[in-house]
């Protein structure tokens, strides 16, 4: 929050100019009561001029929490216009919550008048038509979706009847899975003279994913091409259908592997590479113009394929956000899944790309822990984050660790690996790293586990090697047995 108090310190306004500006409050100067509390008008010394405000002092009891308060604030702050009320300021001081603006409305609220006869037909459209001006960046941005998409000569749109021809009609037997956005479904796709697999999501607006939250994550799949992102095949936008068409990963998603023993430390690393790489491109470290907040990182929405490489699928609640814009968050409801949300995302409204950082903390966490946040949780009392905080405080690193692999860990690898999830949960997000820094610790504990692997079996070679030479020389052994020796020698050195 230091970030966004630092942005808006021109805007504070000391409780003692507000108090007094106001007569402590008084009843006789209410203006106006609302959902988040009461208006008042009042007059402010500032700049040498004494100046008419509207004064909203929010009230918790009512709806005015610490989100209403800094989405008003940034809004009006960010946004200027001639129809939109001018911030003066605000206050944020002894429990306090006040947002200051100036007294423009000299006529009060156009529900005062609605009956009023000398309002006559060409005002009352000019009221209604006003504040058209101010907003109409929505529709533009779904009409210029869809301008863009059908003007591309690159546009993979599908027809629906593919769709179902290839999913059998969304077949239940096809069915592999669902969630708030709706129903996934595997199909056969022709691919030349052969087939290939692919996943369709199905969107079901009235479970929460929209055209707005479609054609977002259509925009960034199309323009955000990395090999350990989910790749697009289509889509299609037909007869009120919304499906979008995806490359299918053979082993499904990274939360049914989190306690399988045959998924080793070092596969471990390279799936947290993996999707570090990816989370380092979306935030803008390999040259975009925009970067993308993700904002829902969890193991479900990391798939793998045969060889366990990993890609970041599931952007319906993505964010786009430019590189060089003067605030570096975006005030937005709280989404995402509990266990994985910044808790200052959660309790404020302000997202950063370091909202993605702890979530992705929480990921790595996961991994080694061989459990998922919610097992945790189940067992625990508490997420991921306290369990391992309450571990650490209490000397218990290694104890957190996935009791199969514990042996297979070198120390170095262990520290480097925890060292750089635990940064990422910090609750200070200037305190938590970048991608890119998390990417490199990481390539750095697989360094250290693999230099490691390979001193161990650089050791058995020699060991091996010099046992076969005594056995030779001695002539002691049958040939059976040398044998075998050469055959774990052969074995190590290609391993």
Not at 138 to 145: F, N, P, T, W, Y
Not at 179 to 204: C, E, H, P, S, W
Request: charged share 25%; glycine share 8%.
């Amino acid at each position: 929050m230091t970030t966004t108090i630092t942005k808006f310190a021109h805007l504070q306004i000391p409780l003692e100019d507000v108090v007094k500006a106001t007569d402590n409050f008084h009843h006789d100067n209410i203006i106006g009561r609302g959902g988040l509390g009461h208006v008042y008008k009042g007059q402010l010394q500032r700049s040498g001029e004494l100046i008419k405000i509207s004064v909203l002092r929010l009230d918790s009891k009512h709806g005015g929490g610490i989100v209403e308060f800094w989405t008003e604030v940034s809004m009006l702050s960010d946004l200027k216009h001639p129809n939109i009320v001018s911030i003066v300021g605000f206050c944020d001081e002894k429990d306090e919550k006040i947002i200051v603006t100036m007294y423009e409305a000299k006529n009060g609220s156009l529900k005062e008048h609605l009956n009023n006869p000398n309002l006559t037909w060409m005002q009352r459209l000019k009221i209604c038509t006003t504040p058209l001006i101010a907003k109409p960046e929505k529709a533009l941005d779904l009409r210029s979706a869809h301008e863009i998409l059908n003007n591309n000569k690159d546009n993979p749109k599908m027809s629906l009847e593919d769709i179902k021809r290839v999913t059998q009609n969304f077949h239940d037997d096809n069915f592999i899975g669902g969630g708030g956005f709706g129903k996934v479904y595997k199909g056969n796709l022709q691919d030349g003279d052969g087939f290939k697999t692919i996943v369709a999501k199905r969107l079901d607006t009235r479970f929460g994913q929209g055209e707005q939250q479609f054609f977002s994550e259509l925009q960034i799949l199309l323009d955000y091409k990395h090999e350990n992102v989910i790749g697009l095949v289509g889509y299609c936008d037909e007869n009120d259908e919304k499906v979008l068409i995806y490359e299918y990963l053979s082993r499904g998603s990274l939360n049914r592997y989190l306690n399988d023993t045959s998924l080793t430390w070092v596969k471990r690393l390279n799936i947290c590479i993996d999707v570090a790489r990816a989370l380092d491109f979306l935030h803008g470290g390999v040259g975009k113009q925009a970067k993308v907040i993700h904002r829902d990182i969890k193991t479900e929405n990391i798939l793998l394929n045969n060889d366990w490489k990993a890609e970041l699928a599931d952007f319906g609640l993505s964010l786009i956000c430019s590189i060089n814009q003067e605030t570096d968050y975006i005030i937005d409801h709280v989404c995402g899944t509990r266990g994985y949300v910044d808790p200052l995302y959660r309790q404020s409204g302000f997202l950063t790309i370091e909202s993605d950082i702890y979530s992705f903390g929480v990921v790595l966490f996961e991994i080694l822990c061989g459990r998922s946040t919610f097992a945790i949780h189940k067992h625990e009392g508490y997420y991921i984050p306290d369990f391992i905080k309450n571990s650490f405080e209490e000397g218990k690193h290694a104890e957190v660790v996935f009791e199969q692999i514990r042996e297979q860990i070198v120390p170095k690898s262990l520290t480097t690996f925890q060292e750089i999830a635990y940064q990422c949960l910090h609750l200070e997000r200037e305190k938590r790293p970048t991608t890119k820094e998390v990417l490199v610790e990481l390539k750095k504990a697989l360094e250290f586990q693999l230099n490691s692997e390979v001193s161990v079996i650089e050791t058995q070679v020699v060991e091996l090697s010099s046992e076969l030479n005594d056995m030779n020389m001695t002539g002691k052994s049958e040939n059976s047995e040398i044998r075998n020796k050469e055959k774990m020698l052969l074995d190590q050195t290609d391993d």
